[in-house]
């Protein structure tokens, strides 16, 4: 698949403080990227440098296989993490004059805000001044800001931030449609629930450097430890207990389930099943509960950047 973006071998110094050193990103198109890191560890520099806010002390950005131009801001939308609003406008006035900021013509402009404005049910917020309205209500405003231009590129920095569950939720919805729709998301955030949700794939930048890039379903079945969570309904289960552990890694494991049944963690070695398993249990008791451990998002980003 093509690439939308590419940030080639980019470094960025402020001072004798190296923010980015040498990071490369691809982003296909219609894709969810997402761009992950420890505080301070050179995700905003790499996304201020994509807008234009500042530049690379070395390597370039292409946007659609040109190297990034002025003009090429008319394709990005982009959700800054510090909201920038004025707060003394009326939040209709405001979303107009944004809009033809980013090339609208007025009646253009007005048209898709009341289609946005009536698709998130916010129309009775028109005339109402930005600082009469709650942090989440805000940021629903700026997210329609954001994608009004229907630009090739999204990006969204901390998009969930100050929203209760029922709106992350309605947010994140949007974005998976304007995915379908052909948009192409670079996401960062710290939740990584979210991560799970949306992106197909990540990026991981620790203390200025890129320590992890792909699919992230690879990057799952790559730290993935053949260990399985275990739930069994047996007659002597401290006898089961020590025969494991003769012949596996066991560990106690903790899973929510409506039994009573003996719970463990069973890692195995590379040249052993989990068929080789599952049946050997099924010689020792009833089996309730059988299930691979896949490491979560959240578990790749901390081991990632221990390891680093």
């Given amino acids: 698949m093509q690439n939308l973006l590419e940030a080639q071998s980019v470094s960025k110094n402020f ?7 040498n990071v490369s990103i691809a982003v296909e198109k219609g894709s969810i990227f997402g761009l992950l890191g420890p505080n301070g560890a050179g995700k905003t520099t790499l996304i201020r440098i994509i807008n234009q806010i500042t530049m690379p ?13 002025r003009h090429h801001i008319q394709n990005i939308g982009y959700l800054p993490e510090e909201r920038g609003l004025y707060k003394n406008m009326k939040v209709g006035e405001q979303a107009l004059y ?3 900021l980013k090339g609208l013509d007025k009646a253009e402009a007005k048209k898709r805000l009341l289609f946005w404005f009536d698709r998130l049910e916010i129309g009775d917020w028109w005339n109402k001044k930005i600082q009469e309205l709650s942090k989440g209500m805000a940021q629903k405003i700026q997210f329609v800001v954001t994608v009004l231009h229907q630009p090739k590129l999204l990006i969204f920095d901390e998009p969930f931030s100050g929203f209760d569950p029922i709106n ?3 947010i994140k919805n949007e974005i998976l449609r304007l995915r379908e729709e052909g948009a192409t998301v670079i996401f960062s955030t710290h939740r990584m629930e ?3 949700e949306l992106c197909d794939h990540i990026a991981l930048i620790h203390k200025s450097n890129k320590i992890l890039d792909g699919n992230l379903n690879a990057i799952k079945r790559q730290y993935k430890s053949n260990t399985f969570e275990v739930g069994i309904n047996t007659e002597n289960a401290s ?5 494991l552990l003769e012949k596996f890694i066991v560990s106690p494991a903790e899973f929510k389930s409506l039994n ?6 069973v890692k195995l070695s590379e040249n052993e099943s989990a068929n080789q ?3 050997y249990l099924t010689t020792r008791g009833e089996v309730s509960h059988f299930t691979e451990v896949i490491p979560s998002a959240s578990d790749i980003f901390i081991q990632a950047v221990k390891n680093n």
């Fill in 15 to 21: 001072g004798d403080f190296k923010a980015l050193n």
């Fill in 57 to 69: 002390d070395k390597g370039q950005v292409l946007l659609d296989g040109e190297p990034l131009q």
């Fill in 98 to 100: 944004l809009a033809q």
């Fill in 168 to 170: 992350a939720d309605i």
């Fill in 194 to 196: 979210s991560v799970e």
């Fill in 239 to 243: 006898e089961l207990q020590r025969s």
């Fill in 260 to 265: 009573n049944e003996l719970k463990l963690k």
């Fill in 277 to 279: 398993l599952l049946n």
